[in-house]
């Protein structure tokens, strides 16, 4: 199973929000207030992944218990 785009979209805007947060500890050289907004907002994707990934996931259960249960008899 592929990932959604949305969730594709999440994972990216974490990862840039992580390189951004590294590049402005290399730059401050100590946590600042603009991090600690960095990590809420990575708190927030981190959410909506679990949450877009839960939902995909019972989506495909829901479709795999509906599949037709086939036995062949021989």
């Known amino acids: 199973m ?3 785009p949305h ?3 999440l994972y990216n805007k ?3 929000l992580d390189l951004k947060w ?3 500890h290399l730059n ?3 946590y600042t207030l603009n991090m600690v907004r ?3 907002e990575v708190r927030k994707i981190v959410q909506h992944i679990k949450k877009a990934e839960a939902k995909e996931a019972h989506l495909q259960n829901k479709v795999d ?3 037709p249960q086939v036995s062949v008899a021989t």
């Open 22 to 24: 590294k590049q402005e």
């Open 38 to 40: 960095i990590d809420d």
């Open 2 to 4: 592929t990932m959604q």
């Open 14 to 16: 974490k990862e840039s």
């Open 65 to 67: 218990a509906a599949a």
């Open 28 to 30: 401050e050289g100590r």
């Open 7 to 9: 969730i594709q979209e």
